[in-house]
């Protein structure tokens, strides 16, 4: 533990006597198990590659001081300053994604990462945690005054960012975005037929997704008859984890990351599947778990209705992500490209998920009469 008094009026002693201490330490668990991970799963994908063997976890180290800096910046902030903060976010990353389809690189052709020297900067990732913010703040001040179209403005704001996210094409984090503004939707009060809507039109989306896009098609049609497609990378992560069985075979003695070409970043659960164990993967589950449970706790203790609705937004946002990872890994969802957070590599995906966290540890500090300072009021 931190040896600071409760009288000391510093920056970082008013921080820490605010802040949820469990919440700072379910994230260090997460972060020491991403650099145990990028050890284990990176070095082989890096000599496959032709780069030297500690590439990515030389670049993982890069990645994360900033991105720990900016976490511990954000969660020293207040409401209304974290407000501000997702605004010129999402109008950065707005323009960013308008720009992604002209400028970006082509990657197994998306275009979802625009190049800036020796990195790759995926905006979609920064605008999540923003517009789930400026949806609640729209979402609350509807709630608060009937006159404001705070609603109609969050669907508008929505069908744009949807929009552009098509053109990249990336409908992973297009279900993903819909399944967190969608449940802080159902949280601000949203009636029954206004549900029933949505509901129809997210599944008539999937639908023609499916119908009209072939790798959606593919996909979905690989998951439900592994026989009608190339199921290689899910087919080696199900043998990683029968390898692994109860306790791992080892540290660094898997061979799931010789094979598969994504081992650092999307299938990293496997790897630690192999290594470490079912035991070693069901800690990790209950880590989020953990994280994710607290924050909705304090979201239940909050008075603030925007509050409420963001804490309840961007925990969704970084929960189902983490589960979604988890789930591809295990044959339970067709396969998509995405992180799990604070574990697999990727600079975009660390900043983005520190940038979310720390707004999560900003809202859920003690506020008011029982924090010490106005200032955290």
């Given at each position: 533990?931190?040896?600071?008094?409760?009288?000391?009026?510093?920056?970082?002693?008013?921080?820490?006597?605010?802040?949820?201490?469990?919440?700072?330490?379910?994230?260090?668990?997460?972060?020491?198990?991403?650099?145990?991970l990028?050890?284990?799963?990176?070095?082989?994908?890096?000599?496959?590659?032709?780069?030297?063997?500690?590439?990515?976890?030389?670049?993982?180290?890069?990645?994360?001081?900033?991105?720990?800096?900016?976490?511990?910046?954000?969660?020293?902030?207040?409401?209304?300053?974290?407000?501000?903060?997702?605004?010129?976010?999402?109008?950065?990353?707005?323009v960013l994604l308008v720009a992604t389809p002209?400028?970006?690189?082509?990657?197994?052709?998306?275009?979802?990462?625009?190049?800036?020297?020796?990195?790759?900067?995926?905006?979609?990732?920064?605008?999540?945690?923003?517009?789930?913010?400026?949806?609640?703040?729209?979402?609350?001040?509807?709630?608060?005054?009937?006159?404001?179209?705070?609603?109609?403005?969050?669907?508008?704001?929505?069908?744009?960012?949807?929009?552009?996210l098509v053109l990249q094409p990336d409908f992973g984090q297009i279900m993903l975005l819909s399944c967190a503004w969608g449940l802080m939707f159902f949280f601000s009060g949203l009636s029954l037929p206004w549900?029933?809507?949505?509901?129809?039109?997210?599944?008539?989306?999937?639908a023609a997704a499916y119908l009209y896009l072939p790798h959606v098609t593919s996909r979905i049609d690989r998951f439900l008859d592994p026989a009608s497609g190339d199921t290689y990378q899910v087919d080696r992560?199900?043998?990683?984890?029968?390898?692994?069985?109860?306790?791992?075979?080892?540290?660094?003695?898997?061979?799931?990351?010789?094979f598969i070409p994504d081992a650092h970043t999307d299938f990293i659960f496997a790897v630690a599947g192999e290594e470490f164990g079912l035991i070693a993967c069901l800690i990790l589950l209950?880590?989020?778990?953990?994280?994710?449970?607290?924050?909705?706790?304090r979201a239940v203790a909050e008075e603030d209705h925007f509050i409420q609705l963001t804490i309840a937004g961007l925990v969704s946002l970084f929960g189902l992500q983490a589960m979604i990872n988890m789930a591809v890994t295990l044959s339970l969802l067709p396969a998509k490209g995405m992180t799990l957070p604070f574990v697999s590599y990727g600079g975009s995906s660390l900043m983005a998920n520190c940038l979310t966290v720390g707004m999560l540890l900003a809202l859920t500090r003690r506020r008011g009469a029982t924090a010490l300072g106005n200032e955290f009021a």
């Open positions: 533990m931190i040896a600071l008094s409760r009288t000391d009026r510093s920056v970082l002693g008013q921080w820490w006597w605010t802040v949820d201490r469990w919440g700072v330490a379910a994230i260090v668990l997460l972060v020491s198990i991403g650099i145990l990028s050890f284990a799963a990176s070095p082989g994908v890096a000599v496959r590659y032709d780069y030297p063997q500690f590439y990515f976890v030389y670049r993982n180290f890069l990645f994360l001081a900033p991105s720990l800096a900016v976490l511990f910046a954000v969660s020293l902030l207040t409401p209304r300053q974290v407000r501000r903060v997702a605004a010129l976010v999402f109008v950065l990353a707005l002209f400028i970006g690189a082509e990657i197994k052709g998306a275009r979802r990462w625009i190049r800036i020297g020796s990195f790759s900067l995926q905006a979609s990732e920064f605008i999540k945690p923003a517009f789930i913010v400026m949806s609640a703040w729209l979402f609350s001040e509807q709630n608060r005054d009937q006159s404001v179209p705070g609603n109609s403005l969050a669907i508008l704001m929505f069908l744009t960012v949807v929009g552009l549900v029933a809507a949505l509901g129809a039109w997210a599944l008539s989306g999937v992560a199900m043998d990683a984890f029968q390898a692994g069985s109860l306790l791992g075979l080892g540290p660094g003695e898997g061979l799931v990351k010789r209950g880590i989020f778990c953990f994280f994710v449970i607290r924050c909705l706790l």
